[in-house]
C-alpha cells in the first residue's frame, strides 16, 4: 500500500520557520520525482518546489529563496523546510510523487500551515 504522510505544520508567526516532512512507502522512493503542493483557502492547488531522482531542485517564485526542498532516500522522505514565513503561505501542504508515467502518481493527506500574528 502506498503511503504519504505530511507532517511538521502548524501556527507560526510571520518571519517564522516550520519544517515540513513527508515520510513515504509502498513504491521506490529513489526512482520518483517529489512534489511540493499547497491549495490557500479558496483557492485552488499551487505548485511549490519540485525535486528530481538526481536532487535537481525547482521552486515557485513566490518561495524562491525562502524555502528548501530536500530529499533522504535512505529515509524514504521528503523535507520542505520554510523560512520567512508570510501569511499568503497560510496553506494546506501536500506533498506529491511522481513516477512519471500514468498511474504512478501518489499524493499525502496534506498539512495544515498557518502565518498569522
Known amino acids: 500500500e502506498v503511503q504519504l504522510v505530511e507532517a511538521g505544520g502548524g501556527l507560526e508567526r510571520p518571519g517564522g520557520s516550520l519544517r515540513l516532512s513527508c515520510a513515504t512507502s509502498?513504491?521506490?522512493?529513489?526512482?520518483?520525482?517529489m512534489i511540493w503542493v499547497r491549495q490557500a483557502p479558496g483557492e485552488g492547488l499551487e505548485w511549490v518546489a519540485s525535486?528530481?531522482?538526481?536532487?535537481?531542485?525547482n521552486y515557485a517564485d513566490s518561495v524562491k529563496g525562502r524555502f528548501t526542498i530536500s530529499r533522504d532516500n535512505a529515509k524514504n522522505t521528503v523535507y520542505l523546510q520554510m523560512n520567512s514565513l508570510k501569511p499568503e503561505g497560510t496553506a494546506v501542504y501536500y506533498c506529491?510523487?511522481?513516477?512519471?508515467?500514468?498511474?504512478?502518481?501518489?499524493w499525502g493527506q496534506g498539512t495544515q500551515v498557518t502565518v498569522s500574528s
Open positions: 506529491r510523487a511522481n513516477g512519471g508515467t500514468p498511474g504512478n502518481d501518489y
Open positions: 509502498g513504491f521506490t522512493f529513489a526512482h520518483y520525482a
Open positions: 525535486i528530481n531522482t538526481q536532487r535537481s531542485t
